[in-house]
């Protein structure tokens, strides 16, 4: 008797992550043993196949062909059309302490899942709720960085794709997220966010041709293009340029003599060739020292 109900136990656990019912009968307690245990390592090898990340990440990956979504979503209990948001985040925590902590902040009940994705990159995929706006998706995503800053001690940055409908959309949410934080870090590194839809003019010089990039920055410094600035200069054109090109009020928070901010920019000035009071100019320096990083990193690439 207690052989035939674990078998029926196994028959069962099967068709629950299967959908396949079999009727099986074994005539003595070591064939029934037998059966069991070869159901039961079915079953086990099923799982490592069929998990749910694994089955979104090969979605994201684009690996799975459209026709066979809705099926094995089904398998795996998903629903295939559903309004969801995806976020990628990239952390030099270990992945278990993320995985944790990021399991208590999305309980499994909220339909969120967790995709191991990089080494060091997790995928978030989350379901919208009813009446969430695009600054209700960007504090989940502030959210997720506090509360990793404060619980793992780790530096986060996370970017978001618009929303997707159905699965079938979640590899385009992927390429989505993977620019976002390529761009976002590249360009934008002092945040912490970036929604797919607000990388402003990283995008464009993103997708521009490296020989295109080199030929702005030569007619911009000659042939004298500048490796960058250190640490310090680089805080203090920024700051400036926070303050809408206001030398006051750079000066008052960088705790500078307005003359000593004054002297700086005119060094910039005499080393560049752009006065950066200026807006013109300080917008044509912007852009080439935006150019300039992304030259420098696909050279170190």
């Known amino acids: 008797m207690e052989y035939a109900l674990e078998l029926e136990k196994a028959l ?9 019912q079999l009727e099986v009968s074994a005539g003595t307690p070591e064939e029934t043993s037998q059966v069991v245990t070869q159901i039961r390592c079915l079953c086990t090898a099923y799982k490592e196949k069929y998990n749910k990340a694994d089955f979104l990440k090969g979605l994201m990956l684009n690996g799975i062909p ?4 809705s099926e094995r979503a089904s398998r795996l209990h998903i629903v295939p059309d559903e309004d969801r948001v995806l976020f990628l985040l990239e952390t030099k925590a270990s992945d278990e302490v993320v995985t944790e902590i990021l399991k208590n902040l999305f309980p499994s009940q909220t339909k969120t899942y967790l995709v191991p994705v990089t080494e060091n990159g997790l995928a978030v995929l989350r379901p919208l709720k009813s009446g969430e706006t695009d600054a209700s998706i960007r504090q989940v995503a502030s959210t997720i960085v506090d509360t990793l800053n404060t619980e793992a001690l780790t530096h986060v940055q996370v970017s978001y794709s618009s929303v997707i409908h159905n699965l079938a959309e979640l590899s385009g949410a992927f390429r989505e997220t993977s620019l976002a934080l390529k761009v976002g870090k590249l360009f934008y590194s002092e945040q912490t966010v970036f929604p797919y839809n607000e990388l402003g003019i990283g995008r464009l010089i993103y997708q521009l041709p490296v020989s295109l990039c080199e030929n702005f920055l030569k007619e911009i410094f000659g042939s004298d293009i500048p490796e960058g600035f250190d640490e310090e200069t680089s805080a203090m054109i920024n700051r ?3 303050n809408n090109l206001n030398i006051a009020e750079t000066s008052r928070q960088l705790h500078m003599h307005r003359n000593t901010l004054i002297y700086r920019l005119e060094q910039i000035q005499k080393n560049t060739g752009l006065d950066l009071r200026l807006f013109e100019d300080a917008m044509t320096f912007k852009i080439a020292t935006m150019v300039m990083n992304y030259l420098r990193t696909e050279r170190n690439q």
């Open 12 to 20: 069962n656990e099967l068709k629950r992550i299967t959908g396949v």
């Open 240 to 242: 400036f340029f926070q």
């Open 66 to 69: 459209s026709y066979d979504i």
